[in-house]
């Protein structure tokens, strides 16, 4: 037997040009360990972020070298699977992430330097932190987390197999708990911020783990090719497939944030370092959409009339939920991630319908979505009173007699959230549900439309509270940021108004963009 | 040996892990429990992998425990601190963050 078994295993082949963004991205995270234990101190940081943006750069390069109509194909072993899908995600996560890197680099807004703890093993309001924070110490080791989890975001939409799926996801999220926890302002809150975001993540982890290894007794594979042809090889579904394949869900819709498994969001949106948490509501939700995407069109499409009932109702109460409960915050980061989460429900409409229209239209959908999440985030961080951060709403009322520019910034993010024409946010919610109408789910979109008004009314109040109310007299003020976040916000709201005037390129770019199953 | 009897096991430690999240308090206990679900989506695989004649399973496995461990690391790395801070490690202590 041992014989016959060694026989059996030859070299995997592995196409580096198409892997070529990740090994970047992950071997500049290797690099980065190496600076954090061999650079002295005091040029840490700068040698961080230089190394850190240069891996994006050479990374997004990488990604436009591929060439999606040439060498589309499953690679390692079909445990990856690069098509046009693949590319343009992982496109839009390293832009994602290039981003969030210019608002976790940003040290001018805070004067005690930037948005992480001086070293966040010091008991929060203790001497140490204290001297920590005299000394000017950053603690540069966010940037070597930061890299391993866009590693991580960057495998998880192309995974192509149940294993590989599991392992991008803690790859993705294991640094993202750290970095939650380690806020410079509100230690307490981010650190327990950090402990439900671990503890919720892990549990939903171990649902989708536990459904893996029932598809696997199913389908005596974890591959989701296999996973497709073993459910329509099967005359009768099984219990067994039909319970793993909504544990699986149960994981994936965890890190989508949809309800009733949406708990964590807001208090981690709330209570991580704004810039954390920009960068997570991009990237963490394209990535994975992008898995969720990959794992209802390939593998359980042959469950999709089983799963419907259950789908309709995830959606529908994520979009209530979302708009509902976001109508009656109070902290504008809390109220922004009500916002993803009724995102989340819009989304999943173009999940459900299983069309290339909705397809393209969910891939449009999020690249809008994580350009404008980003923005808004980057304007929060930048209205501060004597603490920190000026998160109540209260608190923003009459900015926009104060600082114009920035409250008219912060309104078109919300009027790109809302979903007004003119904005990719528009565009987006068209496409997805005009997809999902053509494939007869009617009623669902009659409810987005509902939330959608909904939402449309806590964004607008911002609007008029920054603009026509008048400030009620506690110390706000919009700081000038370095020229990292300026430049930040300026590219997101450009994105933001150029997808929403002129999208037609981008669905160009989608047309060839189809899951390779 | 009958195999079902090995499922069931794993069906029963998961569920127990599960409900152990659920309702306990301390947050060294509640990562017991995620833990326990882990492994017992590990015996699963092993099973399965017994079962079905392949040996994906049994690999499959290994991922599994060095993920745990990666996650062990980084959760109780959490818990400390917040034990540190608060001087207690209860989930239900931790209430700042409300809506």
């Given at each position: 037997?041992?014989?016959?078994?060694?026989?059996d295993?030859?070299?995997?082949s592995?196409?580096?040009?198409?892997?070529?963004?990740?090994?970047?991205?992950?071997?500049g995270?290797v690099?980065?360990?190496?600076?954090?234990?061999?650079?002295?101190?005091?040029?840490?940081?700068?040698?961080?972020?230089?190394?850190?943006?240069?891996?994006l750069?050479?990374?997004?390069?990488?990604?436009?070298?591929?060439?999606?109509?040439?060498?589309?194909?499953f690679t390692?072993?079909?445990?990856l699977?690069?098509?046009?899908?693949?590319?343009?995600?992982?496109?839009?996560i390293?832009?994602?992430?290039?981003?969030?890197a210019?608002?976790?680099?940003?040290?001018?807004?805070?004067?005690?330097?930037d948005?992480?703890a001086?070293?966040?093993s010091?008991?929060?309001?203790?001497?140490?932190?204290?001297?920590?924070?005299?000394?000017?110490?950053y603690?540069?080791?966010?940037?070597?987390?930061?890299?391993?989890s866009?590693g991580?975001?960057?495998i998880f939409p192309?995974?192509n197999?149940?294993?590989?799926?599991?392992?991008?996801?803690?790859?993705?999220?294991?640094p993202?708990y750290?970095?939650?926890?380690?806020?410079?302002?509100?230690?307490?809150?981010?650190?327990?911020?950090?402990?439900?975001?671990?503890?919720?993540g892990?549990?939903?982890?171990?649902?989708?783990?536990?459904?893996?290894?029932?598809?696997?007794?199913?389908?005596?594979?974890?591959?989701?090719?296999?996973i497709?042809?073993?459910?329509?090889?099967?005359?009768?579904?099984?219990?067994?497939?039909?319970?793993?394949?909504?544990?699986?869900?149960i994981?994936l819709?965890?890190?989508?944030?949809?309800?009733?498994f949406?708990?964590?969001?807001?208090?981690?949106?709330?209570?991580?370092?704004?810039?954390?948490?920009?960068?997570?509501?991009?990237?963490?939700?394209?990535?994975?959409?992008?898995?969720?995407?990959?794992?209802?069109?390939v593998?359980?499409?042959?469950?999709?009339w089983d799963?419907?009932a259950?789908?309709?109702?995830?959606?529908?109460?994520?979009?209530?939920?979302?708009?509902?409960?976001?109508?009656?915050?109070?902290?504008?980061?809390?109220?922004?991630?009500?916002s993803?989460?009724a995102?989340?429900?819009?989304?999943?409409?173009?999940?459900i319908?299983?069309?290339?229209?909705?397809?393209?239209?969910?891939?449009?959908?999020?690249?809008?979505?994580?350009?404008?999440?980003l923005?808004?985030?980057?304007v929060?961080?930048?209205?501060?009173?004597?603490?920190?951060?000026a998160?109540?709403?209260?608190?923003?009322a009459?900015l926009?007699k104060?600082?114009p520019?920035?409250?008219?910034?912060?309104?078109?993010?919300?009027?790109?959230?809302?979903?007004i024409?003119?904005?990719?946010?528009?565009v987006?919610?068209?496409?997805v549900?005009?997809?999902?109408?053509?494939?007869?789910?009617?009623?669902?979109?009659v409810?987005?439309?509902?939330?959608?008004?909904?939402?449309?009314?806590f964004?607008v109040?911002?609007?008029?509270?920054?603009f026509f109310?008048?400030?009620?007299?506690?110390?706000?003020?919009?700081?000038?940021?370095?020229?990292?976040?300026?430049?930040?916000?300026?590219?997101?709201a450009?994105?933001?108004?150029?997808?929403?005037?002129?999208?037609?390129p981008?669905f160009?770019?989608?047309?060839?963009?189809?899951?390779?199953? | 040996?009958e195999?079902?009897n090995?499922?069931?096991l794993?069906?029963?430690l998961?569920?127990?892990?599960a409900?152990?999240?659920?309702?306990?308090?301390?947050?060294?206990?509640?990562?017991?429990?995620?833990?326990?679900?882990?492994?017992?989506?590990?015996?699963a695989?092993v099973?399965?992998?017994?079962?079905?004649?392949s040996?994906?399973?049994?690999?499959i496995a290994?991922?599994?425990?060095v993920?745990?461990?990666?996650?062990?690391?980084v959760?109780l790395?959490?818990i400390?601190?917040?034990?540190?801070?608060r001087?207690?490690?209860?989930?239900?202590?931790?209430?700042?963050?409300?809506?």
């Open positions: 037997m041992s014989s016959a078994l060694i026989a295993i030859t070299a995997p592995v196409n580096y040009y198409m892997l070529a963004p990740i090994l970047i991205v992950l071997g995270a690099l980065s360990v190496l600076v954090e234990a061999f650079y002295p101190r005091e040029s840490r940081r700068s040698a961080q972020i230089a190394l850190v943006l240069t891996t750069v050479v990374a997004f390069l990488a990604v436009l070298n591929i060439k999606v109509d040439a060498i589309l194909g390692i072993v079909n445990s699977a690069i098509d046009g899908v693949s590319v343009f995600l992982q496109g839009l390293i832009l994602s992430a290039l981003v969030g210019l608002l976790i680099s940003e040290n001018r807004i805070d004067p005690l330097g948005a992480f001086a070293q966040s010091a008991l929060p309001g203790s001497e140490d932190e204290l001297a920590f924070t005299e000394r000017g110490w603690q540069t080791e966010i940037w070597s987390l930061f890299l391993f866009v991580g975001m960057l192309i995974a197999d149940l294993l590989t799926l599991f392992v991008a996801l803690e790859v993705m999220s294991l993202l750290l970095l939650v926890g380690m806020a410079r302002r509100r230690r307490l809150l981010s650190q327990e911020a950090a402990l439900k975001y671990f503890v919720l892990a549990f939903s982890s171990a649902f989708m783990l536990y459904g893996s290894a029932l598809v696997y007794g199913f389908a005596n594979s974890v591959e989701l090719g296999d497709a042809k073993a459910l329509s090889a099967s005359a009768a579904n099984s219990n067994l497939m039909l319970v793993g394949g909504i544990f699986i869900l994981g819709l965890f890190k989508v944030g949809a309800a009733p949406h708990q964590w969001t807001p208090d981690v949106y709330q209570g991580a370092p704004t810039a954390i948490t920009a960068f997570m509501s991009a990237g963490t939700k394209v990535a994975a959409f992008g898995a969720l995407l990959r794992v209802f069109y593998a359980l499409s042959g469950l999709a799963l419907s259950v789908l309709w109702a995830i959606a529908i109460i994520t979009m209530l939920v979302g708009t509902i409960i976001g109508v009656a915050q109070s902290d504008i980061k809390r109220m922004l991630a009500y993803s989460i995102h989340a429900g819009f989304l999943l409409l173009g999940v319908a299983q069309s290339k229209a909705a397809l393209d239209g969910s891939l449009f959908y999020l690249a809008g979505y994580a350009f404008t999440s923005g808004a985030f980057a929060v961080s930048l209205v501060r009173d004597a603490s920190g951060e998160n109540h709403l209260g608190q923003w009459g926009g104060r600082s520019v920035i409250a008219s910034v912060f309104t078109l993010f919300l009027l790109a959230l809302a979903g024409p003119l904005t990719s946010g528009f987006g919610k068209f496409a549900f005009a997809a999902a109408y053509e494939k007869g789910l009617a009623p669902l979109v409810v987005a439309v509902i939330a959608s008004a909904i939402a449309g009314f964004y109040r911002v609007i008029v509270l920054m109310t008048d400030a009620s007299g506690d110390e706000v003020s919009v700081v000038v940021p370095s020229f990292a976040t300026a430049a930040a916000i300026t590219i997101t450009v994105v933001t108004i150029v997808l929403g005037v002129i999208p037609q981008v160009d770019l989608l047309s060839n963009a189809l899951f390779l199953k | 040996m195999l079902n090995f499922i069931l794993s069906a029963i998961f569920s127990i892990g409900v152990g999240v659920l309702v306990r308090r301390n947050a060294i206990v509640v990562f017991m429990s995620v833990e326990m679900m882990l492994n017992a989506a590990n015996l695989f099973t399965f992998a017994k079962a079905n004649g040996i994906d399973g049994q690999v290994f991922f599994v425990m993920v745990a461990a990666a996650e062990v690391v959760g790395s959490i400390v601190s917040i034990f540190r801070t001087r207690t490690a209860s989930i239900d202590e931790a209430s700042l963050l409300k809506f």
